[in-house]
């Protein structure tokens, strides 16, 4: 069980398997566009190359065969600047039993 005063001092540790779970990223069309501009396309060729819409609603990020989120690179996120607020807020604001197995940041806690 994690205390709250415990994750204030969390640190992420760039391990980047946060990117690699199983699961989806979803994002607003604000934050799509957000990452759009980032990449230098318009909302509608980002949406149409790196997004699918789960539930015929919802905007989630495309990941690869592995599960990998398809803007890992091996130098992170390739949208860092504009990554939506799923992935800003892991571990701190949201986090699964389950992190605690591979969070290296959780793990030092
Ligand atoms: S958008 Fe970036 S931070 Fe979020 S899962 Fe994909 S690679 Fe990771
Ligand atoms: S799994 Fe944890 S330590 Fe690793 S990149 Fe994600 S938030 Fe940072």
Known sequence: MLLPEALDRFVCRRCNLCCRQPGYVYLSSAEAG????????????FTEKYCEVMDRQRLVLKKLPD?????????????????????????????????????EGLKQL
């Open 34 to 45: 957000a990452a759009a501009a980032c990449l230098g396309l318009d909302p509608y060729e």
């Open 67 to 103: 599960e990998s989120c398809v803007f890992l690179t091996a130098e992170g996120c390739a949208i860092h600047p504009a990554k939506p607020g799923q992935c800003r807020d892991f571990p701190v604001k949201w986090r699964t039993p389950r992190s605690l197995d591979y969070c």
